[in-house]
């Protein structure tokens, strides 16, 4: 004869009370008992098993006490650059490329060269100073040659002042092209260098604006670019810092808020966990998924979360809740997907509760309806108990 579980036990006893007492006597260190636990017509009768003292040993017991179970929410989502963090390097004006000087990966400081252009602004610009350096040269020998002839039948005072006024006008065309050919990055040295040697220097170069790295990079030499025109030659970001990007149920949304904490796991470091928390929570639901993002900043002074990365997100919605909980080893999911856990009065007898759990963490397994708190419990080994029932009984 099988006893496959509680029903059929209360079966058994009762079309054939004698018979099960007669297995019961038969069944050595381990026999069901015979006599169920009162039972209401809501509420099923307990299975109740006795262990002989070998048989103790083989499991555990503690008394249900509470676990801090945290309340949280758990979703998938992906790795992005923080985009606030993150420039697009555009040339300040039109022109052809030259040269490149940086590649992508390639760490920079702010104001750091990365590529330079011939502008044809840049150009004029200092054609214009070459031209405004060669009059201000001409028109002070002019007004030197005047001041020398002062005074004399040289050289009238009409001539003179006119000279002087030449002088001054020069000389703050000079200033003026001097200041439009800084504007393009040139330094003042750069400036004398070239009205001393009458050369103009057409390359402009561009800087980059933060310090960070060369997330992409679009130029070539030779290709024209300009202001604003995608797109721009290169991309620098700030990847100290990263954007966790998760999706969650649009039923869910009204338990999320700012500054909520959030850890992410992705595949390439299993065993590392990534802290961070929700600094945004976007105002527009996927009509498709009905889900919506939710953004979170995280810390990665190393650089080691990649942008596409898919990563685990567990956001945390409130502080840990107390509740009832039990080890894992205490719960058993029976045959009909009932889940069970073993309670004991005397340490010996053993009855079977249906039990109704909830969240599980670190070993612990929540437990919403069929335990008290106090009550003493198999905390391992509550398969084994569950397994007695189906052992096979002999006359």
Request: aromatic share 6%; with cysteine.
């Amino acid at each position: 004869m099988r006893v496959a579980s509680w029903k059929s036990t209360w079966v058994v006893l009762i079309a054939l009370p004698l018979l099960a007492a007669g297995c019961s006597s038969a069944h050595g260190d381990s026999p069901v008992d015979t006599t169920p636990s009162a039972a209401s017509p809501n509420k099923p009768p307990e299975a109740t098993v006795e262990l002989s003292a070998s048989q103790l040993q083989a499991i555990k017991i503690e008394t249900v006490g509470t676990y801090p179970f945290p309340v949280e929410n758990d979703t998938v989502g992906n790795i992005d650059f923080d985009e606030d963090l993150s420039v697009q390097v555009f040339p300040p004006y039109q022109g052809t490329i030259i040269d490149t000087l940086a590649e992508v990966g390639n760490d920079v400081k702010k104001d750091q060269p990365i590529y330079t252009i011939r502008s044809p602004d840049l150009i004029q610009a200092e054609s214009n100073l070459i031209g405004a350096a060669a009059t201000f040269e001409l028109n002070n020998k002019e007004l030197s040659r005047a001041k020398n002839l002062s005074g004399t039948n040289g050289v009238s005072v009409r001539e003179f002042e006119q000279a002087t006024s030449d002088q001054q006008t020069a000389e703050g065309a000079l200033k003026a092209a001097r200041d439009a050919v800084r504007v393009f990055g040139k330094t003042d040295a750069e400036i004398d260098q070239m009205i001393s040697s009458r050369k103009i220097d057409p390359a402009l170069v561009v800087h980059s604006p933060i310090s960070g790295r060369i997330t992409t990079r679009n130029a070539q030499p030779g290709f024209f670019v300009q202001p604003g025109s995608a797109t721009a030659p290169y991309s620098v970001a700030d990847v100290t810092i990263k954007w966790m990007l998760a999706s969650v149920l649009e039923a869910d949304i009204p338990h999320f808020q700012l500054g909520q904490p959030v850890q992410a796991q992705v595949m390439a470091y299993p065993n590392r966990v990534f802290r961070g928390s929700v600094s945004k929570i976007y105002a527009t639901a996927d009509p498709n998924t009905h889900r919506v993002t939710i953004r979170s900043e995280i810390s990665d002074p190393k650089n080691e979360l990649y942008p596409g990365m898919l990563a685990n997100f567990v956001i945390r919605l409130q502080p840990p809740m107390e509740s009832i909980a039990i080890p894992e080893n205490g719960v058993v999911r029976e045959g009909d997907g009932t889940m069970t856990a073993w309670v004991t009065t005397d340490r010996r007898h053993f009855s079977q509760r249906i039990i109704k759990t909830g969240l599980r963490r670190d070993g612990k397994v929540q437990i919403l309806e069929g335990l008290q708190r106090g009550e003493v419990v198999a905390s391992d080994g509550a398969i084994f108990l569950s397994n007695m029932l189906q052992a096979p009984v002999t006359e």
